[in-house]
């Protein structure tokens, strides 16, 4: 298993770039470019991350393909396709979106047809067409197990990548995302080594944050900074140590340096 995170600060080259996650202890990284970059700017970085012993985790896409309006799922998809064949040209270990969302006005926001029989067709149309464009040989594409569109749990997940039916159609997981229920906070540890017992190397990178729950009715489960919620991080890296030693686990939705590298070290403390 890899950590990685943002990383701050300037530099001026991509060894610099490169050296930057050096000092800060990762051994992954996001993408540090975008599909406008040119041909031996992305051939620079990935020689650099090469050098320094660091994986390129994922390449995000994050826009909405299944948007009710057509323009912008067409654009969603079109870049869907670019950031897809970017992670397949840098070395990244997947491509990653969401599947989307059929909310009217929010790209990410629940609605009830999200989980109609109609928007899953849709979901699996638009995900092969995204993979087929670029037919990868390295990289993956993937959704983003999220809380209120699929996939959002192991069923849901298992039965996308049925209906797909494509080998580079892969999973990303973030457990903290699929802990929608206080059943499953009151055992994250199960959930997370049951569904990466499922889906194994199938798995290109993962998420780490944590999640806390209070006794406000109904349910409220809140996004934290890792090691200020209930996850079992025990349990986390044990199951991400039985898989490739190259999947990323990759820090996110902090703001500061001092956070992130707060969150790195309670992290590490399971390595």
């Known amino acids: 298993m890899r950590l990685g995170g943002p990383i701050f600060g300037d530099w001026q080259d991509p ?30 970085y990935a020689e ?9 985790a994922e390449v995000g896409a994050w826009s909405n393909p299944i948007s009710l309006d057509a323009e912008i799922a067409r654009k969603a998809v079109e870049l869907s396709i670019a950031r897809l064949d970017l992670a397949e040209r840098i070395g990244a270990r997947c491509c990653v979106n969401i599947a989307g969302s059929r909310h009217p006005a929010k790209w990410d926001g629940p609605h009830p047809d999200n989980y109609s029989a109609a928007t899953f067709d849709l979901i699996v149309e638009t995900v092969r067409r995204i993979v087929d464009a670029v037919r990868p040989r390295r990289a993956a594409y993937t959704l983003e197990c999220m809380y209120w569109v699929p996939p959002d749990s192991p069923a849901s997940q298992a039965r996308l990548l049925r ?20 059943e499953r906070f009151a055992d994250t540890g199960g959930f997370i080594r049951d569904f990466v017992g499922q889906f194994g190397n199938r798995i290109k990178s993962c998420h780490a944050k944590d999640v806390a729950m209070s006794d406000e009715a109904i349910v409220h489960l809140t996004e934290v900074a890792p090691g200020r919620g209930g996850l079992d991080f025990r349990a986390y890296l044990d199951s991400l140590a039985t898989l490739d030693p190259d999947t990323p686990l990759m820090l996110e939705h902090l703001t500061t340096e001092a956070e992130y590298a707060a969150a790195a070290e309670h992290v590490r403390g399971f390595m």
Do not use: K
Request: charge should be negative; charged fraction near 15%.
């Open 15 to 44: 060894g610099e770039w490169a050296q930057a996650h050096v000092r800060a202890g990762y051994t992954a990284t996001y993408c540090p470019v975008d599909e406008t970059a040119d041909e031996p700017t992305v051939r620079a």
């Open 48 to 56: 650099a991350a090469a050098a320094a012993g660091l994986v390129i």
């Open 163 to 182: 209906a797909v039916d494509r080998a580079a159609f892969g999973v990303h997981f973030d457990p903290v995302n699929m802990i929608n229920s206080a």
